[in-house]
């Protein structure tokens, strides 16, 4: 029987703190079929360790080929896979846009009709907005201007990428395009990176880097000195030949730069921490949120928000979230990577972490029926780490509600400058 706090959850307007969504001419002229639509996410990673043939991985994202027969050549792997995280979310996706309640190749090929319908001007923002219940969604497109999405100037914000340059790569042609600053050596490049910051953080609503993927997470202060010698080697000498210890020299120093930047302009410094999309290339010891303690201790008054809960190092994220005042604790992707730690994770913070230092979702996903279905995930984790909590006695029913609208919603709302950045959009556009 559904309770108060149940209807409660379901009711409120969902901040999504982080996507990778893709546009509205990508989704209504470029968009997936009913197999990439549902298995076009982070399924494939747990297909793969299930053991799907790569071959059977290239068909089955070949939209040329036929639906059933591409189905079938994962469906081994699928049936060995449909209990984790990513394979609950297809699931959700099967059911709440398909109709579904099992997935064959035959009835997959039916549901592909019903995309055509969703594949439209507009649906898009329905299935985010109305079906998921967001308030709005913020994306990383992977780049430095935040442009208004005119598909909903309100409802798609965007995040200014600082990747590239926190890994260590100085791409001096593109920051002249961008800003008209001729980049020749270190202080040439801090102006062309305050021109970015100048040009694109109005429209922004937060600064993001994943380069955790790219190296270490260890960040080391570094002086205009040493920077300014690998930058040099950056720009003189052929990539190959750069090696790790210049990358990370040049690498740290720009990443402070975009610390102090970000600080200046009220943005929020979102890091990807923790576990790695994909299969088969994650060194552990990069991925800890600890390695960053000295960027913590160096800029206090920078937002840090620490995302994907740093998987698996749950328990340390825990304790730098207790510590640091400059800290934030983003739930994005971590429902799906693994539903029963986040919720263990949740019930962690709540009693070692103030609850206005905790964002409660962030899909990460491409397509809009993805995101939605990471919302339900996270929506129904969410409900059963309260109501372990209510059982238990540590919360009343009236707590744990007031608790889910501050995670959900009311956080994000003090964190991020959301109405100044709606009103910069709307300005630009």
């Not at 209807?7 to 409120?12: P, V």
């Not at 070949?62 to 639906?67: E, L, M, S, T, V």
């Not at 690498?251 to 979102?270: M, Q, S, T």
């Not at 206090?300 to 190092?313: G, R, S, T």
Request: aromatic fraction near 10%; glycine fraction near 6%.
């Amino acid at each position: 029987m559904a309770t108060d706090l149940t209807h409660h959850i379901q009711s409120i307007r969902l901040v999504d703190t982080h996507e990778h969504m893709r546009r509205e001419p990508d989704w209504v002229g470029n968009g997936p079929d009913v197999l990439q639509d549902l298995f076009g996410n982070y399924v494939p990673a747990d297909l793969n360790t299930a053991g799907a043939s790569p071959e059977a991985m290239r068909n089955l994202m070949d939209a040329a080929q036929d639906i059933p027969a591409r189905f079938e050549g994962i469906r081994a792997a699928w049936e060995a896979t449909q209990f984790t995280g990513y394979g609950e979310a297809v699931r959700l996706i099967a059911k709440h846009i398909y109709g579904l309640d099992e997935l064959t190749g035959d009835r997959l090929a039916l549901a592909q009709d019903k995309l055509k319908t969703l594949r439209t001007p507009g649906k898009r923002y329905h299935i985010l907005h109305d079906i998921a219940k967001l308030d709005h969604i913020q994306t990383d497109d992977f780049s430095w201007p935040c442009a208004p999405d005119a598909s909903g100037l309100d409802f798609f914000l965007y995040d200014l990428s600082w990747a590239t340059f926190c890994n260590g790569q100085v791409d001096a042609s593109a920051i002249q395009a961008e800003t008209g600053v001729e980049v020749k050596n270190l202080g040439s490049l801090k102006r062309g990176m305050e021109a970015i910051f100048a040009k694109h953080a109005p429209c922004a609503i937060a600064v993001k880097s994943q380069h955790a993927y790219n190296r270490t997470l260890n960040w080391i202060e570094r002086g205009d000195a040493e920077a300014a010698s690998a930058l040099n080697a950056v720009l003189t000498q052929p990539a190959s030949d750069i090696d790790e210890a210049t990358r990370l020299c040049l690498g740290d120093w720009c990443w402070a730069r975009g610390v102090e930047l970000a600080i200046e302009h009220n943005l929020p410094f979102k890091i990807h921490t923790g576990y790695y999309a994909g299969n088969d290339r994650m060194p552990v010891r990069r991925i800890p949120a600890g390695n960053m303690c000295a960027l913590f201790a160096r800029y206090l008054d920078a937002k840090f928000v620490l995302m994907h809960i740093a998987y698996p190092y749950n328990d340390e994220l825990v304790a730098l979230a207790k510590h640091y005042r400059n800290i934030w604790v983003d739930f994005c992707w971590a429902w799906s990577i693994d539903p029963y730690s986040s919720r263990d994770f949740l019930r962690r913070c709540i009693h070692a972490v103030p609850s206005n230092k905790l964002f409660a979702f962030g899909g990460d996903t491409g397509w809009p029926t993805s995101a939605m279905a990471y919302a339900i995930q996270a929506r129904n984790e969410i409900r059963r780490a309260l109501e372990a909590e209510i059982d238990e006695g540590y919360l009343t029913e009236k707590q744990a509600m007031a608790f889910a609208t501050q995670i959900m919603h009311t956080n994000q709302y003090a964190c991020f400058d959301v109405d100044g950045t709606r009103s910069n959009i709307a300005k630009a556009a």
